[in-house]
């Protein structure tokens, strides 16, 4: 149907970002079915989110549904690796909130009753994704006839991919509904006073001038604070929130490039040498390149200036079978032959009826179509714009008469491109396309210049197997070599190796710079700290990309707070500064004369205008918020005792107060109840979400 590529062409991403995703469950065959006993109960438990289990069929049937969608919307029949992983993540983050929120709305008693549902379909104010797909490009309103017609259709073809993708529609509806139910919800539990408007206000207006005095932690010495066991711990135990941690593994590891060698580079010269002389006799030289080279025919047209000097000089000098090379081009070696020569505009005038396809009976009921207009134009004389408005179902054109104003090259699909580039003017030509099928006129031609075709033989330079197996043998040597951390380290030093590190987490799709590196990954969380990592099969070489790896775990870090071992470094540095500001606090005191903390302990001064308590960084300061504050607390000539900040100590002189103009306390109030509003959606759920106690096992499966 029609409609369903308008919802192809419309929805598209626009509804996956809705939040709160429900996918309905494809039905299982019997891979999911079997009685084994590696299917049932907690072997197969994939997460646990708000106490209710999720197994890997019930998530996979979901990531196989979205994908249907996303090949549906996309018009593709595959997916590739990094798409997959997107809508894995999307399936999960749907799940999530799906089950985090089940339980609120029902006690809430949040829904969407059926004559809702109507409603938001078929109402006067149909929901936001019914608006989007079923609306009239030329008049911005819906279509009512289409969503009707589509409704009628899918209700009486119950497992059509109309239907499955209907049902995937009202869900999206439904759980968007719901959660912007809760929100609201929220939002009408939020109220802002008065006086909190007002203080607001006075804060914001509030614009200060002020010199600051700045003594950096950094200008005290470190062995002039010394930090005692007793007090590293009472540090760590009320700061508790700044050691948390999640699940992660630290690994090292070396890499064995595959690189082609100059034996592999000599051999392709020679088998591109060899084969010059074939080529340069080829009936079909597009057909040879097709099955000879890394990179198909390409049929495109250029003007010398397109080319590369080389081989604009050789196109645009020789004749039709001549050939060039081999020459090298970047990591290629290529052989080129002058196919074709053609005079040819850059741009052409054109326009166009179209009858939309989307299956194999419409192809043939939009042919006879097409060809029926053009024997109206041809036979009867009518004409091409009159017929163009009222037929043709490309609403953007046709309004015009057909008409598609200038084209440039590379502008258009193909087999559109060649007919109007290489039609003849005002010929009428039917083509077919990914669109449907065309009734084309080409209106007028722009200067024409010479334009060339090559057929050109790319050949990539790659690594053969004699140098996959050398390059293998010799990470193989390495890590029999090296089977402890200690001589791992010692080693690569020695040969002059690049060792690398990584932090990665358990559902980490790949280690930074290393392709396809989950193996690795999922092998990291069953190795233990300071042992080489194996893979399932029970090697320490991982084939990853064009590479071989071999990696040490040396260390590893479970959820929840760090222990004060691990974090003992950053807890002193933290317990030092606490000292140093104390001793700068203490030098600083009772000085109001900011000149005398200059001379006196060597501060520097600098000045800032307007700094409000919305001021983010300040000049000669930097990210302070302390500093921002201290000079909003204060009027005219007034001096701040020190204040200890992120990066020092600061004393703050307000030389003058400027106020702003902003009265309207009730405008601020709606303002600051927005602002708080979108916060508490946020934080919100983030709550609900973090007391759900999700357990993740993803990385079991994936």
Known sequence: MATLQKIRNRAGIAIAIFIGMALAAFILGDLFKSSSSIMRGKQMELAEIDGKSVTYPEFQAKVEELSEIYKMNSGKTTLDQKVTEQIKEQTWQSMVRNLTMKDIYENLGIGVSST?????????????????????????????????????YQQTNAGSKEHNYWLFVENQIIEERSFSKYNNLLAKGIYITSDESRSDLKGRNHKANIQVATKLFSSV?????????SELKAYYDNHQDKFKQENNRNIEYVSFPVVAS??????????????????????????????????????SFFKKGELAPEIGNFAFSGKVGDIYGPYKDNKSW???????????PDSVQARHILIKVNSAPELTKATATI??????????????????RTKSQDKGSAIAGGN????????????????????????????????????????????????????????????????????????????????????FSDAIVAQGLNKKSANVRENDKDVPGLENSRLLIRAAYKAKTGSII????????????????????TGEQEKGVASLNTVKARVEIEVRKEKKAQQLIEKMSGKSDLN??????????????????????????????????????????????????TNGVYVVKVNSVTTGTDQDLAANKLKLAASISYRANMYAFEALRENAKIVDKRAKFY
């Open 116 to 152: 809702e549902l109507f409603d938001l379909v078929q109402g006067k104010n149909p929901h936001a994704i019914i608006q989007n797909i079923f609306r009239d490009q030329n008049t911005g309103t819906i279509n009512r006839g289409a969503l009707i017609q589509f409704l009628k």
């Open 221 to 229: 010495s470190d062995e002039s604070v010394k930090a005692t066991e």
């Open 262 to 299: 100059k034996a592999d580079e000599d051999k392709l010269i020679k088998w591109t040498n060899d084969i010059k002389a074939e080529f340069s006799t080829v009936e079909d030289p597009a057909n040879f390149v097709n099955i000879n080279s890394d990179v198909p025919f390409d049929p």
């Open 334 to 344: 290529k052989l080129a032959k002058i196919q074709r020569f053609e005079e040819l």
């Open 371 to 388: 060809d029926s207009i053009k024997n109206l134009i041809v036979v009867k004389g009518q004409k091409f714009e009159d017929i163009a």
């Open 404 to 487: 598609l104003g200038w084209i440039r090259r590379g502008a258009m699909v193909k087999p559109f491109e060649e007919a109007v580039f290489f039609g003849k003017l005002n010929d009428l030509q039917v083509i077919k396309t990914q669109f449907g099928i065309h009734l084309v006129q080409v209106t007028g031609r722009g200067k024409t210049l010479p334009n060339v075709q090559l057929a050109i033989i790319d050949r990539v330079i790659e690594p053969s197997s004699q140098t996959y197996q050398a390059t293998y043998t010799q990470a193989s040597k390495f890590a029999s070599s090296n089977q402890d951390l200690k001589k």
């Open 534 to 553: 194996a893979s399932t099969e029970g090697t320490p070489i991982f084939e990853l990309g064009n590479q071989f790896v071999i990696a040490f775990l």
């Open 596 to 645: 005398q903390l200059v001379s006196g302990v060597g501060a520097t001064l600098s000045d800032a205008k307007d700094i409000s308590f919305e001021t983010y960084s300040i000049p000669g300061v930097g990210f302070e918020p302390a500093v921002a504050g201290a000079a909003t607390a204060l009027e005219s000539n007034q001096v701040s005792k020190p204040v200890a900040g």
